[in-house]
């Protein structure tokens, strides 16, 4: 896994987006859209398609960006996703936050287009950061939010932090592993640890107690990333991927 700066990472994305798929039309599934868009498309054409299980978030992403063609309450789990009609699932951050993430990639998968794309985003919970974030109470989350990310909201109705669950799936191994499964070729897998900048000049000092606590794991655990993106490609041929 290459390891890149948080600013790198959605135009790496990009590229292979246009790489695979071209300028556009697209039509994307945002997959716990949440209240903002925060994936940079500039110069391709899409339609997007905003799911999030979260009602007051939903209006929040509505009234205040706009940028949704179609926007559905549901929970990921259960809400009904047309079979084969997206060019492009997205899901950032989400996952973590889901008792059954496997149910919710299987249904994602089944809503993706032949020869599609899936962008992922994740919390690795085999990183040092998503080990302590398993372990620790939701209101130290909400409070980190408020203090450290400066989100005075955090917590309110239709704003985050939620509940974490980290299914076992929830790392690098385990979505490799269920990709490979799945028959869905592996474009890019990228690390960051853009968390660490906003403690700034605590940053170091949070930065070492990371990699302190992955030594001690005696390498369970990795301090060279918290997050990972990944992008899959569904099998053009809807029969290749039930042979492998």
Same mark, same amino acid.
């Given at each position: 896994?290459? !390891?890149? *700066? ?12 246009? #790489? ?24 391709? $054409? ?15 992403? !509505? ?6 063609? %179609?926007? =559905? ?17 997205? &899901?950032?951050?989400?996952? %973590?936050? !889901? ?11 089944? &809503?993706? $287009?032949?020869? +599609?794309?899936?962008?992922?985003? =994740? ?14 109470? @939701? $209101? ?8 450290? #990310? @400066? ?18 799936? =929830? &790392? ?7 990709? $490979? ?10 690390? %960051? ?15 070492? +107690? ?8 005696? +390498?369970?655990?990795?301090? #060279? ?13 809807? %029969?290749? *991927?039930?042979? +492998?």
């Amino acid at each position: 896994i290459s !390891v890149l *700066s948080s600013a790198d990472v959605d135009p790496h994305l990009t590229r292979i987006v246009r #790489r695979q798929l071209g300028d556009g039309p697209v039509r994307i599934l945002d997959a716990g859209c949440g209240r903002m868009w925060t994936w940079n498309l500039d110069g391709i $054409r899409y339609h997007l398609t905003g799911v999030d299980v979260d009602a007051d978030a939903l209006r929040l992403r !509505v009234a205040e960006r706009g940028d949704l063609d %179609e926007a =559905i309450v549901g929970d990921l789990r259960t809400a009904p996703l047309p079979a084969a009609a997206y060019d492009i699932v997205h &899901s950032a951050f989400v996952l %973590e936050h !889901v008792r059954g993430a496997e149910i919710v990639l299987d249904r994602m998968l089944a &809503s993706l $287009r032949p020869g +599609g794309l899936m962008v992922l985003k =994740i919390p690795d919970g085999r990183s040092a950061y998503g080990f302590l974030a398993r372990r620790t109470p @939701h $209101r130290l989350h909400v409070l980190y939010k408020r203090k450290i #990310r @400066h989100r005075p909201l955090a917590g309110t109705p239709g704003h985050g932090p939620y509940p974490v669950v980290y299914d076992a799936i =929830i &790392s690098g191994p385990g979505m490799i592993a269920w990709a $490979r499964e799945h028959g869905l070729e592996v474009l890019t897998v990228v690390g %960051e640890n853009g968390h660490l900048g906003f403690f700034g000049r605590l940053a170091p000092a949070v930065d070492l +107690g990371l990699r302190g606590a992955a030594t001690l794991s005696f +390498g369970h655990l990795t301090a #060279r990333y918290a997050n990972l993106a990944f992008a899959f490609r569904k099998p053009a041929d809807p %029969e290749s *991927s039930e042979a +492998g």
